[in-house]
Nanobody, 120 residues
Framework: QVLLVESGGGLVQAGGSLRLSCAASGSIFSIRNMAWYRQAPGKQRELVADITSGGSTNYADSVKVRFTISRDNAKNRVYLQMNSLKPEDTAVYYC??????????????WGQGTQVTVSS
């Protein structure tokens, strides 16, 4: 009974910016870590950035400095500000949340993904 929905993806030229958002809803007691992953066709899904409930962040080397992850705990949302986008950033971006619910102490939930396409 937890739903994550991503939004904000689209087509952008190299050097441009996009801001992704992910909203979690349902029977949520609290959310621990939240993260953004991405997966390009034919490639493994990879961690892009994550953020703890306290706001501590971690980034993949490939996106460090260019991307910023943030969260709004009151709204159960996580964001990914993507600047200086490169064609290699093209992928489906997925939101993941480690959620504490009434029936589970901890459980990972995934969004359905949002497409980001960066043209050269």
């Amino acid at each position: 009974q937890v739903l994550l929905v991503e939004s904000g993806g689209g087509l952008v030229q190299a050097g441009g910016s996009l801001r992704l958002s992910c909203a979690a809803s349902g029977s949520i007691f609290s959310i621990r870590n939240m993260a953004w992953y991405r997966q390009a066709p034919g490639k493994q899904r990879e961690l892009v950035a994550d953020i703890t409930s306290g706001g501590s962040t971690n980034y993949a080397d490939s996106v460090k400095v260019r991307f910023t992850i943030s969260r709004d705990n009151a709204k159960n949302r996580v964001y990914l500000q993507m600047n200086s986008l490169k064609p290699e950033d093209t992928a489906v971006y997925y939101c993941k949340a480690d959620v504490v619910t009434l029936t589970s102490s901890r459980s990972d939930y995934w969004g359905q993904g949002t497409q980001v396409t960066v043209s050269s």
